[in-house]
């Protein structure tokens, strides 16, 4: 048997793993966990911990649920792929699936937890939120671990865990990581959860409900008012007619639900690995109220469920991190899925970051890529005539 490599194998006092990031991709080479995952783990396998089914928030690929399976957890996050990742890496370790519980961010847990590990997530908005819906599922005796990078760590974390939770006691650093051990104090009174939240967009008479890890939570980014300034308008005549359209990354679903506006006779998909993202945009399309409009909601990896040569017009704010990780790799995944999705003379617009040079990138995939907007920071591409 081939030894994997050293940045796929987790050694940990009592357990050993094969971990990968989902989906997996040969050209991948950031690890399935970091050392606040390893500095925590190696904390909890030495205690004697209850003997009972913690809840495990924000665990980006599986690598806290699979040292701690046998303790049956549940596993609390946003992220559509994080729960991919999970059951993938449980599988590729012989691990039983059946005794890790995935359970969405839309869906608060129940019940009372005698222990609770927790990563910071990189949106400090859904940390509050998460602390929020946590504290009913805490007994006086709970214990409660929040594990991080120290540079993710800002002071606000340790405000919010004494404002909501309770008193802390900090580990010292290792590897630039660190835990965070939480008492809950039952006396506290944190006050009333603010999310979701919601700000006014008056193009479309709608108050936009945003989930605390939507994108551009509070007000809408430049980057997407530049887009929504040059949508593709509705053809003039009933040929050649934009019938299928998917907001890919659809965040709050303002994009998708501008262009069903547009082009009244079109199918839209929305698509996001975001269950919060999913869940706002389907709130606010109904807020809509658009009548006689199919519409479909789907928590996804990008395109890939999609079969080819089905869209016109593929509309797109791809991130550029994963996570804490920043790179431009999803982008990419998004833009080759796009290729094979499109029909033929379908178009796939984006709207990036200049510095990002999406109009040479999206050249691998599209023999043409048109500048439609710009300004000092973003622009608005058109590529079309797909190569797949």
Same mark, same amino acid.
């Given at each position: 048997?081939?030894?994997?490599?050293?940045?796929?194998?987790?050694?940990?006092?009592?357990?050993?793993?094969d971990?990968?990031?989902f989906?997996?991709?040969?050209?991948?080479?950031l690890? +399935?966990?970091? !050392?606040?995952?390893?500095? @925590?783990l &190696?904390?909890?396998? /030495? $205690?004697? +911990?209850?003997n !009972?089914?913690?809840?495990? @928030?924000? &665990?980006?690929?599986? /690598? $806290?649920? +699979?040292a701690l399976?046998?303790y049956?957890?549940?596993s609390w996050s946003?992220?559509? $792929?994080?729960?991919?990742?999970?059951q993938?890496?449980?599988?590729?370790?012989h691990?039983p699936?059946e005794?890790?519980?995935?359970?969405?961010?839309?869906?608060?847990?129940?019940?009372?937890?005698p222990?609770?590990?927790?990563?910071?997530?990189?949106n400090?908005?859904?940390?509050e939120?998460?602390?929020?819906?946590?504290?009913p599922?805490?007994?006086?005796?709970s214990?409660?671990w929040?594990?991080?990078?120290t540079?993710?760590?800002?002071?606000?974390v340790w405000q919010?865990?004494?404002r909501?939770?309770?008193?802390?006691h900090?580990?010292?650093a290792?590897?630039k990581?660190r835990?965070?051990?939480?008492?809950?104090?039952?006396?506290?009174?944190p006050?009333?959860?603010p999310?979701?939240?919601?700000?006014?967009?008056?193009?479309?008479?709608l108050?936009?409900?945003?989930?605390?890890n939507?994108f551009?939570?509070e007000?809408?980014?430049i980057?997407?008012?530049?887009?929504?300034?040059?949508m593709?308008?509705?053809c003039?005549?009933?040929?050649?007619?934009?019938k299928?359209?998917?907001?890919?990354?659809?965040?709050?679903?303002?994009?998708?639900?501008?262009?069903?506006?547009?082009?009244?006779?079109?199918?839209?998909?929305?698509?996001?690995?975001?269950?919060?993202a999913?869940a706002?945009?389907?709130a606010?399309?109904?807020?809509?109220s658009?009548?006689?409009r199919?519409?479909?909601?789907?928590?996804?990896?990008?395109?890939?469920?999609?079969g080819?040569?089905?869209?016109?017009?593929?509309?797109?704010?791809?991130?550029?991190?994963?996570?804490?990780?920043?790179?431009?790799a999803?982008a990419?995944?998004m833009?080759?899925?796009?290729a094979?999705?499109?029909?033929?003379?379908?178009?796939?617009?984006?709207?990036?970051?200049?510095?990002?040079?999406?109009?040479i990138?999206?050249?691998r995939?599209?023999?043409?890529?048109?500048?439609?907007?710009?300004n000092?920071?973003?622009?608005v591409?058109?590529?079309t005539?797909?190569?797949?």
């Open positions: 048997m081939t030894k994997q490599p050293l940045d796929r194998h987790l050694s940990l006092s009592s357990t050993e793993l971990l990968w990031r989906p997996y991709s040969s050209q991948d080479q690890r +399935a966990w970091d !050392a606040a995952d390893e500095l @925590v &190696d904390h909890l396998l /030495a $205690l004697s +911990a209850p !009972a089914s913690p809840l495990i @928030v924000n &665990d980006g690929f599986g /690598a $806290l649920c +699979a399976q046998a049956q957890p549940i946003d992220s559509w $792929l994080a729960h991919q990742g999970l993938a890496n449980l599988q590729n370790n691990l699936v005794h890790v519980t995935c359970l969405p961010s839309t869906t608060s847990p129940t019940g009372k937890f222990w609770v590990v927790m990563k910071v997530p990189k400090l908005a859904l940390f939120d998460q602390l929020l819906r946590i504290r599922c805490l007994a006086p005796d214990r409660i929040v594990a991080g990078m540079k993710t760590m800002p002071r606000s919010k865990l004494e909501i939770i309770g008193p802390t900090t580990s010292p290792r590897k990581a835990y965070v051990e939480v008492t809950f104090d039952s006396t506290l009174e006050g009333d959860n999310y979701p939240t919601a700000w006014h967009f008056d193009p479309l008479g108050d936009m409900i945003n989930h605390a939507v551009s939570r007000r809408l980014d980057g997407t008012r530049l887009l929504l300034q040059h593709p308008k509705a003039d005549t009933a040929t050649n007619c934009v299928d359209i998917i907001d890919l990354g659809c965040g709050n679903g303002i994009v998708g639900i501008l262009a069903a506006q547009q082009h009244p006779g079109a199918r839209l998909r929305f698509i996001d690995e975001s269950y919060m999913i706002s945009a389907r606010n399309f109904e807020q809509r658009l009548p006689k199919t519409a479909h909601f789907i928590v996804a990896n990008g395109l890939y469920d999609c080819a040569q089905q869209a016109d017009l593929i509309l797109c704010n791809p991130p550029f991190h994963a996570g804490h990780a920043v790179g431009d999803s990419m995944a833009f080759g899925e796009a094979r999705v499109l029909k033929v003379e379908g178009e796939l617009w984006v709207v990036g970051n200049r510095h990002l040079d999406y109009h990138k999206l050249k995939w599209f023999k043409r890529v048109e500048l439609v907007a710009s000092s920071k973003f622009v591409l058109k590529a005539s797909p190569t797949l």
